[in-house]
Nanobody, 121 residues
Framework: QVQVVESGGGLVQAGGSLRLSCAAS????????MGWYRQAPGEQRELVAS???????NYADSVKGRFTISTNNAKNTVYLQMNSLKPEDTAVYYC???????????????WGQGTQVTVSS
C-alpha cells in the first residue's frame, strides 16, 4: 500500500506565498509522476502543476510564472511553491502520485487527503 500526505496549506493575504509539501511512502518501487490539483467550491478538480520522473513540468496557464513545482526524489516528496497568490487560487489542493508498487508490481495513482489554501483580498 502507498500513503500520500500533504501539508502546508493555510490562510494568506493576496500577494503572499505558501509552500505545499506532499510525501509518498509505503511499497514504492518507483514514482512515475507527481502533481498538484485543486478544487474550488462548486468547481471541478483541475490540474495545477505536474512533474515527471524525468523532470518535465507542466503548469496550468493560470499559475504560470507564479507557482513552481519541484521534487526531492530521495524523500519521495513533491513541493508546490506558490507566490503572488490571488483570491481565485483559493481551493483545496490535492497531491496525486503515480507509483509503481514493489509487490504486487502494479502502477496506480494515489491521492492525498487535500489541504485548504485560502487567499484573502
Amino acid at each position: 500500500q502507498v500513503q500520500v500526505v500533504e501539508s502546508g496549506g493555510g490562510l494568506v493575504q493576496a500577494g503572499g506565498s505558501l509552500r505545499l509539501s506532499c510525501a509518498a511512502s509505503g511499497r514504492i518501487s518507483s514514482i512515475n509522476a507527481m502533481g498538484w490539483y485543486r478544487q474550488a467550491p462548486g468547481e471541478q478538480r483541475e490540474l495545477v502543476a505536474s512533474i515527471s520522473s524525468g523532470g518535465s513540468t507542466n503548469y496550468a496557464d493560470s499559475v504560470k510564472g507564479r507557482f513552481t513545482i519541484s521534487t526531492n526524489n530521495a524523500k519521495n516528496t513533491v513541493y508546490l511553491q506558490m507566490n503572488s497568490l490571488k483570491p481565485e487560487d483559493t481551493a483545496v489542493y490535492y497531491c496525486k502520485v503515480i507509483v509503481t508498487s514493489t509487490y504486487p508490481r502494479v502502477t496506480d495513482a494515489y491521492w492525498g487527503q487535500g489541504t485548504q489554501v485560502t487567499v484573502s483580498s
